[in-house]
């Protein structure tokens, strides 16, 4: 199957799921990854359209010439570094399935605590609320806001086609696109303000990734994930600067303001943004203890 080394021995029948997530399992841990059983297991799964829990009852399923060839391609691919959710074509965020392509960075959990931020800063008093998601992606951070706010609707802003694609059908599958538009832009350098009007929220999750500190990403993320969504610069604020001087003719007085940053950049990113006439920023960590997005208001 994937790859060259041994195949390990298997109480399974050859040709069986389980026979062949041991195989796979060895030989993408040969590889390098540390998640290999996870690997093998989830495209295992995506392979045969069933959930992991039904693999655990069915290790004795033999596959078809067809399913055997098609998890072996994608075990190969695997191998080569690239990421299981470009691989099934789906990632979780927020407890929602999100399509993923080469066109869009992977939803990671950390950025889960800028929708946490984003639901607590507003005020449930039931009035319909207007949100502006500035690097949309997957746009897994709007619907997401928008899955769990049901008189909320958005609009998401990419420079990428392919990008804004991908966002566009997450809001059908969710069922969340007559309450969420999509739209080309630069950031807010051509935004339509007049067809667009003002946000009570404005969140964003831009590129902040310092041009030094590239090589240093996992091998995975430089080679397939879309860099122009990574790299800000020598000291990774390029995005910041482009956006916050900006955001005043976005919002309504009082809005919020969320926006996720790398390590060590809360102190640059709360200076942005007074600068721009934000005030009471406040810093918020991870899930793992890191500083890892701001919230300020307007006006």
């Not at 989830?42 to 060839?69: C, I, N, T």
């Not at 800028?114 to 800063?121: D, G, K, R, Y």
Request: charged residues 25%; proline residues 6%.
């Amino acid at each position: 199957m994937i790859g060259t080394p041994p195949v390990p021995e298997s109480r399974h029948a050859a040709g069986s799921a389980g026979a062949l997530m041991v195989a796979a399992t060895a030989r993408l841990k040969a590889s390098g990854s540390e998640t290999s059983r996870l690997d093998a297991r989830v495209l295992m799964a995506h392979v045969l359209g069933r959930d992991q829990a039904w693999l655990v009852g069915h290790p004795e399923y033999v596959l078809s010439v067809e399913e055997a060839r098609t998890f072996d391609e994608l075990g190969a691919r695997r191998q080569a570094g690239e990421p299981v959710a470009y691989l099934v074509g789906e990632r979780e965020f927020w407890s929602l399935p999100f399509r993923v392509t080469r066109h869009t960075l992977i939803p990671r959990p950390d950025s889960e605590t800028l929708v946490a931020a984003a639901l607590a800063s507003i005020a449930d008093d039931g009035k319909p609320l207007r949100i502006l998601d500035i690097g949309t992606g997957s746009g897994c951070l709007l619907l997401a806001i928008l899955s769990d706010l049901p008189l909320a609707s958005g609009v998401g802003v990419d420079v990428s086609k392919g990008a804004l694609a991908v966002a566009r059908d997450n809001a059908v599958r969710m069922e969340i696109d007559e309450r969420a538009v999509f739209t080309s832009g630069d950031w807010l350098n051509d935004f339509d303000r007049q067809t667009h009007g003002v946000f009570d929220l404005v969140i964003t999750n831009p590129p902040y990734i310092r041009t030094i500190e590239m090589a240093s990403l996992e091998p995975d993320v430089r080679a397939f994930e879309p860099l122009r969504a990574l790299q800000a610069g020598d000291d990774g604020l390029d995005a910041y600067r482009c956006i916050t001087p900006v955001l005043p003719s976005v919002m309504r007085p009082g809005a919020s303001f969320i926006g996720e940053f790398g390590i060590d950049q809360q102190a640059d990113v709360s200076a942005l943004l007074c600068d721009a006439g934000f005030h009471d920023v406040k810093i918020l960590n991870d899930v793992a203890g890191r500083p890892r997005c701001a919230v300020a208001r307007y006006g």
